[in-house]
């Protein structure tokens, strides 16, 4: 038998660990580069005038400009789009960035969506003042109640939205069942997967049709670059008479259904060539190159964060000066079962607890660890802190803090990838600065 | 839902889009935004001979339309199908009879006796797959626009 003049891959299942390393990137044909070069460019040569018609059209996979594709992004897309088992996926210049533009694509006023009420704070103002002033309606729901869920529902009603592992509280999404309930009324399911990464969840494995990252977190995990991420399964049927802003003729694209036209490419197309074309939010090459760099050991990263999360949550559920530790990965978590089924190698790195002391006692904690940094961040390989009733809720009276989930001690922590020994450690002088403004020193 | 797998086989759909000229498209679309037609196109500018197959239209992306298959007065390839799926079976029939080379059906184009007919007969099937997309995934540039070719390989090509 002669020899094939090409060479066939084989169809293989690849481990997580090689695809965080390999997805998306192949060795640049022109230089054979190993690393991801850094396509700094805002434009494209084109071949000719009928190729440049080509990729305006749609009709060829083609580069025109880089607020609407770039190489570099490309490898992030890929890569994001491979870990998380979707059809593919568009980056954006921040996660906030990448919801608003997941929800645009699908939404048109008059809508309404349903969304978890235990939100990052950042999301629950993009939901209760944007979406509005387009006149989509909003309903918060508790995320562990499916039949809130089921109840929301309205005719006009186009979208799910919530967090595998809600911020800060820690509440874990039910989310085979909440998908089932979303299919059955025919809507997408929307989650923010920022928290659990692809290493610790895949939510669309369990149902989810449309999953979010801002990348700024554990994706990019060395707290240098703000960005974001939009992953569709490519499974959903938006022919279903449901989303006519899919399905129907678009009048911004001369005509064309993208749904029909593309298949199960369609969502993710219109994102791309409407949404990202007219928002803009690109996210620029470097900031994909630094992602990349992330992604390559993201697997490893998120083993030592879930098991120093899990020593830290320890510590402090026996510590006498703190209370109400939300870390879900706890034995005696109320969301035990569901950390088994969806989170079995870790519950992420992400909690809040209670500081004896109240809004005293959060500062004094702040005040006297040397290590932890205090700032407004979560998912940096360095350990965070942050006092929300003296920063991101500092407007807020006691009652008022209540009511947002938050009481005046509340402290939330990013446990980081530092020895474990000396997180304790730090935390130990702060809870003695605790103490001594308290009297129990 | 039967299992499709064996006419999804990756090697087979490497072999048949790198060993093909010649690519019949059943139900191609004289209309630009229908997705044969972005098939059709595409195939054409990646050097593919397209023959159009739909008995309403003479002529299609520049090439002249026939009726029929057993009307098209060249060697096929690929049989590309763009049809209904009660439509399969006749048409990989027709495939047996010109002797191409693959019977190719296209998402949602799932017919088990057509499969069986053309399996038969000899040619290579693949079902419920699109040539575009497979052809981007493993030679052009789908990973350009952020989609998930699923490839791993650390092997340099040449130009893209």
């Known amino acids: 038998m002669t020899e094939e003049p090409f060479r066939t891959e084989e169809d293989r299942e690849f481990g997580f660990e090689t695809r965080q390393l390999h997805a998306g990137q192949r060795p640049d044909p022109n230089t054979g580069a190993r690393a991801v070069p850094i396509f700094q460019t805002t434009s494209y040569v084109f071949e000719d005038p009928e190729s440049a018609a080509a990729y305006f059209n749609l009709q060829e996979y083609g580069n025109t400009y880089s607020r609407i594709m770039n190489p570099t992004v490309a490898v992030f897309e890929e890569r994001v789009a491979n870990l998380e088992g979707g059809m593919g996926a568009v980056a954006f210049s921040s996660g906030i960035a990448a919801q608003a533009a997941a929800l645009f694509t699908l939404l048109q006023p008059g809508d309404h969506v349903v969304s978890s009420g235990a939100l990052y704070g950042g999301t629950v103002n993009q939901f209760k003042h944007l979406l509005r002033k387009m006149n989509v309606a909003l309903t918060w729901v508790d995320p562990d109640d499916p039949e809130a869920w089921r109840a929301a529902v309205r005719p006009e009603t186009k979208a799910f939205f919530a967090e595998t592992i809600g911020n800060p509280s820690g509440n874990v999404l039910d989310i085979e069942t909440v998908a089932t309930i979303a299919h059955e009324h025919r809507i997408p399911l929307l989650v923010d997967n920022t928290f659990a990464t692809p290493y610790l969840c895949r939510p669309i494995d369990w149902g989810a049709d449309i999953v979010i990252h801002s990348a700024t977190k554990f994706i990019g995990g060395h707290g240098t670059s703000i960005g974001g991420v939009v992953v569709e399964a490519g499974t959903f049927d938006w022919s279903n008479g449901r989303f006519p802003v899919i399905a129907d003729p678009s009048p911004a694209y001369h005509g064309l259904r993208f749904h029909e036209t593309f298949g199960t490419y369609g969502y993710l197309m219109k994102l791309r060539a409407e949404t990202l074309r007219d928002l803009g939010g690109a996210l620029s090459p470097f900031n994909a190159f630094l992602f990349l760099q992330g992604l390559e050991t993201l697997s490893l990263r998120m083993e030592r964060h879930v098991s120093n999360a899990l020593a830290v949550a320890s510590f402090l559920r026996d510590h006498e000066l703190a209370s109400n530790v939300t870390y879900p990965g706890l034995p005696d978590s109320r969301y035990r079962p569901l950390v088994e089924k969806y989170l079995p190698r870790g519950a992420g790195a992400v909690f809040s607890f209670d500081c004896a002391g109240g809004r005293t006692g959060g500062q004094d904690l702040i005040r006297g660890v040397t290590l932890w940094s205090h700032l407004a961040n979560v998912g940096d390989a360095k350990s965070l802190i942050i006092h929300p009733a003296s920063t991101t809720h500092r407007q807020l009276g006691d009652e008022e803090l209540r009511a947002a989930g938050v009481a005046p001690g509340t402290v939330r922590l990013s446990v980081g990838t530092e020895s474990i020994d000396d997180l304790i450690w730090d935390l130990r002088q702060g809870f003695a600065k605790v103490a001594a403004s308290d009297g129990r020193a | ?160």
Not at chain 2, 75 to 84: L, S
């Open chain 2, 1 to 160: 839902m039967t299992d499709l797998s064996r006419y999804q086989d990756a090697a087979t759909i490497q072999r048949v889009i790198h060993t093909a000229r010649t690519v019949a498209v059943v139900g191609l679309s004289g209309n630009a935004l229908r997705a044969s037609y972005f098939v059709g196109y595409y195939l054409q500018r990646h050097h593919y001979r397209v023959i159009p197959v739909n008995p309403r239209e003479t002529q299609i992306l520049g090439e002249t339309s026939y009726p029929s298959l057993r009307d098209v007065p060249e060697k096929i390839d690929i049989v590309n199908v763009f049809r209904a799926p009660d439509a399969l079976p006749g048409i990989a029939r027709e495939a047996v009879e010109v002797g191409a080379g693959a019977l190719w059906c296209q998402f949602g184009v799932v017919n088990e006796e057509g499969n069986r007919i053309a399996e038969e007969g000899g040619l290579a099937v693949v079902v419920d797959r699109c040539l575009k997309i497979e052809h981007a995934r493993y030679v052009g540039r789908m990973n350009w626009l952020g989609f998930n070719t699923r490839r791993i390989t650390s092997v340099r090509t040449g130009l893209q």
